[in-house]
């Protein structure tokens, strides 16, 4: 295929994926998924770049060349800031990004207008496209974000058939010698359209499949908790209830179960706006006072239930008494409407337990704490 051909399709697609990025960015996240606008625009600026081409514009048109490289320079140090924000990748990425830009803008006019090389400028870009594709991969690999790690798999395995590419294509520019006519290129430089085509396709689909992938996680994360709190609802806890407890054989665990005491005047005399509070705050007090291993479950109403795995009894209770005197001394000077207290159940798992006769036993707990006047713990 012919060089004009491949430069068409090569900008047609990356302007195409640009606009598929962009629209994505802002009507279907509405702009909260930070960085795929970044890599929207890296492939816009790619389009852009070889766009000279469909025009007649060869490497003799000085200033069109040099926007060309310039433009190209943009695009790939937007893919790595693009890949470093949507990764949540070290904020000094972006500040190398810029450094590579302008550094890279400068060799590009001093090969094209000061000292003109076209062998140079392929090997201008080819150290570009090595250093930053090799950055975005690590910057790919260290970021913060719970991805897919195949779909991060297929973008660092991109990004390193770029790398190798233009490594290979600086060794063979080298050797080749001067290109008379662009359009008349060997085969290798030929091949860098099919690279792009490559990238721009696998690019995007890797981006898509992150996306996909943290859209279901969310819908999934948002069924199984609760909105008030942050806490497991029952749903949740329904699905964890076999990680932590299996018939027949002996679980290590131990569980709370927690009731707000006189939680209805609360709602009754400060209105279920404030008792809202209350439950949130409640809500904090067990993601503070458990252990980053415990669940924490809202299991009805102003009902809560904490599941404390490969806990001892001197320690399960040491948790209970730090959620309740924590709510005892905190309530009052947190912005809520007034204090309150809590009533607490304690039991641990026996050999035979199943989840009922644990659950039944923890209650039966709750009840009597409750019987005893409330603000206390009962273990049975």
């Not at 709190?229 to 709370?256: C, H, M, W």
């Not at 609360?266 to 706006?273: A, F, L, V």
Request: hydrophobic share 45%; charged share 15%.
């Amino acid at each position: 295929m012919d060089t004009y051909t491949l430069a068409v399709y090569s900008s047609l697609l990356a302007i195409t994926v640009a606009s598929a990025l962009l629209l994505t960015h802002k009507y279907m996240f509405a702009g909260t998924a930070v960085g795929v606008n970044y890599i929207g625009y890296a492939a816009l600026f790619l389009g852009i770049s070889i766009a000279p081409l469909l025009l007649g514009f060869t490497q003799a048109s000085t200033y069109i060349v040099l926007f060309s490289n310039c433009t190209y320079t943009i695009a790939f140090c937007l893919l790595l800031a693009g890949i470093t924000i949507m990764r949540g990748a070290s904020t000094s990425f972006l500040l190398v990004s810029v450094v590579i830009t302008a550094f890279t803008i400068v060799f590009f006019v001093h090969n094209t207008i000061i000292v003109p090389s076209v062998a140079s400028r392929i090997e201008t870009r080819s150290i570009l496209v090595v250093t930053v594709c090799l950055l975005a991969a690590y910057a790919n690999y260290s970021g913060v974000k719970h991805d897919n790690k195949r779909a991060g798999f297929l973008l660092n395995l991109t990004l390193f058939i770029n790398a190798a590419y233009m490594a290979f294509r600086t060794m063979f520019a080298l050797t080749e010698g001067t290109i008379a006519d662009y359009y008349l290129a060997s085969d290798v430089h030929k091949l860098s359209f099919v690279v792009t085509t490559i990238t721009v396709i696998s690019l995007s689909f890797s981006v898509f499949w992150m996306l996909t992938d943290r859209m279901i996680n969310k819908n999934y994360r948002s069924s199984i908790t609760d909105g008030l709190t942050g806490l497991y609802n029952r749903r949740g806890l329904t699905e964890l209830i076999p990680k932590f407890v299996q018939a027949g054989r002996e679980n290590d665990i131990s569980i709370l179960l927690a009731d707000l005491d006189h939680f209805k005047k609360i709602n009754d005399t400060y209105g279920h706006e404030q008792g809202d509070k209350v439950i949130k705050h409640f809500g904090r007090v067990l993601q503070k006072a458990c252990r980053e291993n415990d669940a924490c479950f809202r299991y009805g109403g102003e009902e809560f239930l904490v599941i404390l795995p490969k806990v001892k009894q001197d320690q399960a209770m040491l948790i209970a008494d730090r959620i309740r005197s924590h709510v005892k001394n905190t309530s009052i000077t947190e912005q809520i409407c007034c204090s309150y207290t809590v009533s607490i159940g304690f039991t641990r798992a026996l050999f035979d337990d199943d989840w009922s006769s644990l659950v039944n036993r923890a209650d039966s707990a709750l009840y009597e704490a409750k019987s005893r006047g409330r603000d206390c713990i009962v273990q049975r």
